[in-house]
């Protein structure tokens, strides 16, 4: 089964605003860029991955990710992230109409394909499941199966959101990369304890990673 994937990604002036006592705010857009493109690039090498859709107004972001291999379009709804995500979800599906989609943060820079496989595998068991976030509070991942809506309720304490909206858990665990977001310099040693992918660990400058952008890990 192939998935599409949607990655929203708000401007990089205003991204990771949590990271500064970490990183510096001027180094904050660096950081989000890095995250976003390790992400959709580890999620173009998923074998169970088709194409990702990232939804942002962000012209450098754009171009980007553009180049990385994925579909980017404008943030039209213009009213936050989950509407961001619904929008995405639609506009996947005008090019797609049977597809499986699902939400996927773009802060996962340690993000590995073939656990990434494993979550989507579980969740074409379901019409509509979510991955929390490592805290276990948030979410990282959303899925919906064809005939489905994707109905996301992403920010602050999404996990109890989601599993109000009758979306299942999928409790797999053995996939710490697909659950290790970064808003915080505690969640950055976190994704590194992990290994990040080539474009966050250039940023933060550990030597490069062995295999390739996107490679599986």
């Not at 929008?87 to 996947?92: D, P, Q, V, Y």
């Not at 820079?109 to 656990?115: I, T």
């Not at 590194?192 to 250039?202: D, I, M």
Request: hydrophobic residues 45%.
């Amino acid at each position: 089964m192939a998935w599409t994937l949607v990655v929203p990604l708000k401007p990089l002036a205003r991204a990771k605003s949590r990271l500064a006592d970490t990183a510096g705010a001027a180094a904050l857009p660096g950081f989000a860029l890095a995250f976003a493109r390790d992400t959709v690039g580890a999620a173009l090498a998923c074998e169970a991955v088709r194409d990702v859709v990232v939804v942002t107004d962000d012209p450098l972001a754009t171009r980007a990710l553009t180049e990385t291999g994925a579909r980017v379009i404008p943030d039209t709804p213009g009213a936050g992230l989950n509407p961001a995500l619904a929008h995405g979800a639609s506009a996947a599906r005008a090019h797609r109409p049977l597809v499986p989609v699902a939400a996927l943060n773009a802060d996962l820079p340690a993000l590995r394909p073939r656990e990434l496989a494993r979550v989507l595998g579980a969740a074409s068991r379901h019409p509509r499941s979510f991955l929390a976030d490592a805290a276990g509070l948030g979410t990282t991942l959303l899925s919906a199966m064809p005939g489905s809506e994707l109905n996301p309720g992403f920010g602050g304490p999404s996990r109890a959101r989601h599993l109000a909206s009758g979306a299942v858990e999928l409790r797999l665990p053995d996939v710490p990369s697909v659950r290790q977001d970064v808003d915080t310099g505690g969640d950055l040693r976190a994704a590194r304890a992990l290994g990040v992918g080539p474009f966050t660990a250039r940023y933060v400058g550990l030597p490069a990673p062995g295999a390739a952008p996107g490679a599986a890990r």
